[in-house]
C-alpha cells in the first residue's frame, strides 16, 4: 500500500515511508499515517482497498513498541 507514513524508531530517529511493507516490525511510536486514495469514481476494487486502511492503521499501532 502506497501512502506516506513516519515513524520514530528506539534510536530517536524519525523516517518517512511512502510503502506500507517498507515500515519495519517494531518502531517505538506511529507518527503518520496517510494512505494515497485512489481517485475518484472509485471502482469495487477501490472501495476494498479504502475498506482495508482502517485494518492497516490498526495493524502499525500493535506493532508499536516500547523496545520490548
Sequence with gaps: MKGSFRVKLFDNS????????????????LLKYNP??????????D??????????LHELLRRESNGE
Design 14 to 29: 524519525i523516517v518517512d515511508y511512502d510503502n506500507f511493507d517498507d515500515i519495519p516490525p517494531k518502531f517505538f511510536r
Design 36 to 45: 494515497d486514495y485512489p481517485p475518484s469514481p472509485h471502482s469495487e476494487e
Design 47 to 56: 472501495h476494498k482497498m479504502i475498506e482495508a486502511f482502517d485494518d492497516k
